[in-house]
């Protein structure tokens, strides 16, 4: 009788043990929601911007920024984003994978005293542009005779756009306007010394988005301890190719450094992330991101139609690898 209950105190105790372990590698994987877009888009071409998210209501979720095409489809997955650590701000650049999974690659230190210009009201004149109505145009004028004029409106909703406005227009252009609550920057004009001038404006909507933060990954990256956390965290089971792969005789210099840079990114994604998903979704990304990758490189010529169809065939060819029966055990 004494056994058995020994065995079950032990089993008991095997399971804690796991559970604790369990906690403690999700308490690393942060979730945050994001219910707003600020899009930022060029008026002298209105194809390609910078679409910031962010969550109205919680200002500890980080804001983050992620680039578009012209036909405004997310198609590069790099991401910006400030993450506080160790009573310092530090700006993050990475990669946002299957557009919800983000990891680090490099960082520096933010300084919140970024270039500062002050914004005097211009007028009591309200203007109108776009969808919006009754702004006020404040102007700032630097040393060398640059002006810059804002056009403000104020929602009237009682939330603070300062932290996602900051985020791009102290990054792009040096300045921190100084909003109040409700307050955005719908449209700003850029007049140089040589009468050139240039404009931004900001479209907004509500989003319904999810987005997870490795705490642990992006720590070790600025503590420089990359090595040991890719050690200790490696899968015991990852696809072949993400220990060892060789490519055909066809395949030149260029396709292979973009067929090494592509599955460099889908072996990080898999040692980053599979534990939170399935096999199956997996090899759905991995033929997305081809699709993805590819589209790129037709629109900038990065591979020729030669370099781009053995590009493809190495791809196909190692969609073999990654199903589970087929993974490389270390």
Known sequence: MSQ??????????ILLFFTTMVSFCNAQIQKYHYDKEMTFLSEADNEAGISVRFNSKDKSVPVYSISYNSEKKEIRNTINFYYAYRKNIYRMDGLLYNKKYVSGNGFRTYSAES??????????TLYEYQSFRDLEKRIATDKDGTKIELFVANLKDNIDYSEPALFYLSEHYGISPGLGKGEIVVYANYTFSNNFSAGDYVKMKDIDEDVYFNKEQIEALIDDKYREFVTKNEPEKKPIYCSVTSFGKNTDEKTTEELNDFLGNICEYYELWNKQENNESFKTYFDSEIKRIVEIYKNNDTLNEKQLKTYLEELNQLKSQNSLENFDYK
């Open 4 to 13: 058995s209950l020994f065995a079950i105190k032990k089993t008991k105790l």
């Open 115 to 124: 270039p500062i210009r002050y914004f005097k009201k211009a007028s009591d």
